[in-house]
């Protein structure tokens, strides 16, 4: 009866993650493939490395397994950006909760950067004040290099979806373009990680050679330094986000391009945009094509309004202005 009552839960429990699992892909399917990629990957990867850190006694291995730890959590919170950015507008949120996602993703670079960056450093310096000799460093190497090889699975699955929106562009160009910040962290992440495990091999590899734990502990502080770099690059992406950033370059280019292709206008004046998490806001400015009377000018606007709507999906408000002078 027991385990009937405990088998009801554990499906219970199944189906709720499921359920929120879709109702998240419906919303960003690409962003959501790679935050499950990278949350697979790190809790698998941070199990393997607590043990490996409290039986080996590596410095290095303990600042990764808190790094993975705390890369698991970031990946919940982006997760519970997205599932908040999707709540409808209202009186007090006129413009939605779109931006809460980019709130989410700033916090997980201030993890980033604390829990993982400066612990990490911190766990350094104290092996270098107090050096331990490491304890069946082959059981570390071996941890790492399975850590590699699950953490390079989920960095081709985040790169997988960012090669999805490059559309031609350097990884550094999109880096500093994309507005999809959860797909910018998880990316940010996986390449950290990446970097940082092979790090940590090579300390454990070099304190296993020579038989100095300071290899060790220095493997540690680069880690941190090199955690605090990256934290600090997408906190300043997001931040940017959260100030109020447009839409991409690319596709303000294509909406401006759009509209004066269209019969009904004759000049567009200005377009603005500002990007809330998926959705858009965009604001025209346009001089309309001469027309003899006021309820021919709101149709013209109508239909112009329409088709950029179908054009660009992402659009949630549409402010129409004509004119005649800039």
């Known amino acids: 009866m027991t385990f009937r009552i405990r088998n009801h839960y554990i499906l219970s ?22 935050i499950f990629f990278a949350l697979g990957a790190n809790l698998a990867i941070a199990v393997a490395k607590f043990a490996a850190a409290i039986f080996t006694g590596s410095g290095a291995m303990m600042a990764e397994a808190i790094h993975s ?34 709130f989410w993703s700033f916090i997980v670079a201030l993890i980033l950067f604390s829990m993982g ?28 290099l399975f850590s590699i090889v699950a953490e390079g699975i989920s960095l081709w699955g985040c790169l997988r979806e ?19 910040s959860e797909l910018l ?84 004046y200005n377009l603005l945009t500002l990007q809330l998490g998926n959705d858009v806001m965009v604001a025209v400015k346009a001089k309309m094509v001469a027309i003899d009377s006021t309820n021919s000018l709101i149709q013209a606007i109508n239909r112009t309004e329409a088709a950029m709507r179908q054009a660009f999906p992402e659009i949630l408000w549409l402010f129409f202005e004509p004119d005649v002078d800039d």
């Open 162 to 180: 960012v090669n999805k929106e490059r559309r031609g562009r350097s990884l550094r160009q999109w880096f500093k373009e994309t507005r999809q």
């Open 117 to 144: 960056g400066l612990f990490s450093i911190y766990e350094g310096i104290h092996k270098l004040q107090h050096p331990h000799e490491l304890n069946a460093p082959y059981v570390a190497i071996v941890v790492l």
């Open 185 to 268: 962290v998880v990316f940010g992440e996986d390449s950290a990680a990446l970097l940082g495990l092979s790090f940590a091999l090579l300390a454990v590899f070099l304190s296993m050679l020579t038989g100095n734990p300071a290899y060790d502990a220095a493997g540690s502080i680069g880690i941190g330094i090199l955690l605090v770099v990256i934290a600090i690059f997408i906190g300043f992406e997001v931040k940017a986000l959260l100030v109020g950033q447009g839409v991409e370059p690319a596709i303000k280019e294509k909406m401006v391009a759009f509209l004066q292709e269209r019969n009904e206008i004759d000049r567009v």
């Open 69 to 102: 730890a705390a890369d698991s959590g970031n990946q919940l919170l982006l997760l519970l950006g997205l599932k908040q950015a999707k709540k409808p507008p209202s009186a007090d949120y006129p413009l939605g909760h779109g931006k809460e996602v980019y």
């Open 13 to 34: 429990f199944i189906q709720i993650i499921i359920h929120y699992a879709e109702i998240l892909m419906s919303h960003s399917a690409d962003s959501v493939k790679s």
